[in-house]
Structures are given as C-alpha cells and as structure tokens.
C-alpha cells in the first residue's frame, strides 16, 4: 500500500504569511505525529494525534502553530504569521498503536521563510 | 538539554569494513530505542530496534548493542556498503503506546568503494 505522503514537498513563503502543509498517513494506522528538523539539528517533535483522543500538543513551539486531524486519517499543520526560523522541512509520521514503536515517515515538506 | 546524543557528526569508512555508530542517552526511563536512516529529500526510514530488556538485537548486517548502564547504544553495520551511506538517526522513547520519539541529532556516514 501507499507510504504517508505530504504536501506540497517544497513551500517559499514571506515573513507573516500564514502556511498549510498536510499530511496524509498510511491508511489504518491510528497515531499521526508531525515532527520538524532545522538545519543541523535532530527531528524535533511537534504534535500527536490519536484516533478520538486529545491531541498531545507539547511540542508546538509557539501559539502560531497549529494542527487538526479530520474523520481521523488527513492531517494539517498550520503556522500563522510565518517567520524565518519556521523554516524546516516538517515531517509527518504515522504508527500503529500497540506494542510497535516504529513510526513510518512521509518525505517531509521543505518550508522556507523569505 | 539533549536527551539522545550522537557526538559523531559524520564517520568515513571502506566498503566491506565495519560502520559503528554511536548514541548516548541521559533519560533512564527511555526503554525503547531505534534507528533511523535518512537518504536526501526523502524522510527517515525505520532500520532497527532494541528494547530496554534486551542487549543486543540483529537483522542481516546490521546490529544494535545497549549498554544500559553507560546509557550507551550502537548500531553496528558489517560488512559496510556504499548503498549505506546516508544519514543516521538514533531515536529513544518510553513503552506507554504513542510517545514521540526523541531523536539526535544525526550521523552522517559515507561508504567508499
């Protein structure tokens, strides 16, 4: 079956433009997760979705980001008023529950801020 | 503070010789780790996985070892190819189902031929 795919795989945004990049994981699998890495730096996470539940928001770096997960499959993760250390490639990635840990990745999406 | 440490940005080796790939970690309550390979413009792929009751798992060439007590892992690779180089991320989370992963910061490892 198909991987988690994410779009668009390349934004260029100006500073204080609002950006969308979505994600959408491997279907049936019930844990969404987006994480970002900076230049240089580890992935760092963001947000955990899973299934009805709370998401798990500890991540976010600030209030100009935020994500939702609609009818538990499609994800979008929204930075308001973008500023140039948003820029990252953001990546999403998606897991069965259960005694698995493995997350599978989608190929990211490289966000510049002009 | 860093919870996953990889201190060895990149690491240089000859096909057909042994990769060792270091991680160390400060949380004790971590008890399950992973590894992760990152090709360019495409995201991490899972490569393999130990568990905190564990010291040493193996798939094919590659091997990881946990050194509990040091909070030391490694990742193994023998013998090397030039199909391996790429990036390589250690990753550490606790058993509750859903945590993230916390990762480091990366290796990059290239293989000559």
């Known amino acids: 079956g198909a991987g988690v795919s994410q779009s668009p795989s390349n934004k260029v945004t100006e500073k204080g433009k609002d950006v969308e990049l979505r994600c959408d994981p491997i279907s049936g699998h019930t844990a969404l997760y987006w994480y970002r890495q900076s230049l240089g730096q580890g992935l760092e996470f963001l947000i955990y979705f899973q299934g009805n539940s709370a998401p798990d928001k500890s991540g976010l770096p600030s209030d100009r980001f935020s994500a939702e997960r609609t009818g538990g499959s499609v994800s979008t993760l929204t930075i308001q008023r973008t500023q140039q250390e948003d820029s990252a490639v953001y990546l999403c990635a998606s897991s069965f529950m259960g005694a698995s840990y493995e997350q599978y990745f989608g190929p990211g999406t490289r966000l510049t801020v002009t | 503070d860093q919870q996953v440490k990889q201190n060895s940005p990149s690491l240089s080796v000859q096909e057909g010789r042994i990769s060792i790939l270091n991680c160390d970690y400060t949380n004790s309550m971590f008890d399950y780790f992973l590894w992760y390979k990152k090709y360019p413009a495409e995201g991490p792929t899972f490569l393999i996985s130990?568990?905190?009751?564990?010291d040493k798992n193996e798939d094919g060439r590659f091997t990881v070892f946990l050194n509990k007590s040091a909070k030391h892992l490694s990742l193994h690779i023998v013998p090397s190819q030039p199909g391996d180089s790429a990036v390589y991320f250690c990753a550490a989370t606790y058993a509750q189902a859903g945590t993230a992963l916390i990762f480091g910061k990366g290796t990059t490892l290239s293989v000559s031929s």
């Open positions: 130990i568990s905190s009751i564990k």
